[in-house]
């Protein structure tokens, strides 16, 4: 299973982004997959995630600002992401798991990861 972020780039705040994150290896209907980011010196944040029933969840700090979504035929999963602030700047990481059933925003239990992509609002 291999998962590879695009997406990422500079930004205004209040400006918007469209990260995507293409699956090669599996079908995408069978995992559960998520967004998570990062900082320098600070713990993987869970950001959001959809399950394989297309259930969602979101941190309270991007909801309603934030959207996941995934395109089956493209095996491609997305997040939308609005009114962006300086405090959203990070490595985004996409992560996929088959054995998870309820959409989660614990990194822990995802086995797959893709290299990640940095997003940077100003």
């Known amino acids: 299973v291999q998962l590879v972020e695009s997406g990422g780039g500079s930004v205004q705040a209040g400006g918007s982004l469209r990260l995507s994150c293409a699956a090669v290896?599996?079908?995408?209907?069978?995992?559960?997959m998520g967004w998570f980011r990062q900082t320098p010196g600070k713990e993987r944040e869970g950001v959001a995630s959809i399950a394989r029933s297309g259930g969602t969840k979101y941190a309270d700090s991007v909801n309603g600002r934030f959207t996941i979504s995934h395109d089956n035929a493209k095996n491609t999963l997305y997040l939308q992401m609005n009114s962006l602030k300086p405090e959203d700047s990070a490595m985004y990481y996409c992560?996929?798991?088959?054995?998870?059933?309820?959409?989660?925003?614990?990194?822990?239990?995802?086995?797959?990861w893709g290299q990640g992509t940095q997003v940077t609002v100003s």
């Open positions: 992560a996929a798991d088959p054995r998870v059933v309820s959409a989660t925003l614990e990194d822990w239990v995802y086995s797959f």
């Open positions: 290896g599996y079908t995408y209907g069978r995992y559960c």
